[in-house]
């Protein structure tokens, strides 16, 4: 397929996916049941940390787990005490368990007490040549940067340093960082623009990647996500991560 016609497609299906439609049966929904920023980060940042597997578990986890925070993540994460976690410790998402969510709660309790954006902790280095690249590594770091942090947890928190596409996380960034009419991102966050965004990758996405030659690379590592980035920036050098709803529909609700 020409350059041409592969664009004529893709924002065909950008369009079609990218809208409120699309809402509903994905992670995104779960912070779109919040208004105030700081709850839509939170409930963001779990959704997107519990978004591998089925969408419906997914769903179904997150909703979950954001009843054990009473629905209300950000005056949980500022006031609670460790009586409140014990309920926490029986949850589970596949790996992710309630050791993992109470050290998760631990860390962003440490944040909002200092800052009132969960923005800062990913993007505190300004003037930064490769933003979301040193970002998603610094966060990593400041993640973690205690000594009760649970080895076990460790996993759930990727970086490109470690050579990890970061799927999850590129698509918390996507929610937090893109904003346009359709209102399926957030667009929260403006120290980053949605050009610097790196496309969320996938096996989904990157077998439609491959398939339309957008992709050669052929692990799904932090190469082929800004491999595919590259490709993407040729459609649309202002927002090439919109594409990602197309690459997506096509992969998951189309079986192309």
Known sequence: MDLERLQQLLDKKAAQYNSDAFIADD????????????????????????AWGNRKAIINN??????????????????????????????????????DAC?????????????????SAFFFQANAENPVEE?????????????????????????PERGSACKRLNMFLRWMIRKDDAGVDFGLWSGVMPSELICPLDVHVSR???????????????KAALELTRALRLFDPEDPVKYDYALFGMGVMEKF
């Open 103 to 119: 050290y998760f709660l631990h860390f962003l309790q440490r944040h909002y007490k200092q800052y009132d954006s969960l923005e």
């Open 27 to 50: 992670p995104v929904s779960i912070p779109h049941r919040f208004s105030l920023p700081q709850d839509i980060e939170i409930a963001g940042f779990f959704a997107a940390v519990l």
């Open 135 to 159: 970002g998603l590594n610094a966060f990593r770091r400041y993640f973690f940067d205690s000594e009760y942090a649970p080895e076990r947890t460790r996993k759930h928190i990727a970086a």
């Open 208 to 222: 439609i990647a491959r398939s339309v030659g957008l992709l050669s690379r052929k692990q799904n590592d932090w």
């Open 62 to 99: 997150s909703r979950k787990l954001l009843q054990l925070m009473d629905n209300a993540p950000h005056q949980f994460v500022l006031y609670f005490q460790e009586n409140d976690l014990k309920s926490l410790m029986h949850f589970a998402h596949r790996t992710f368990n309630g050791t």
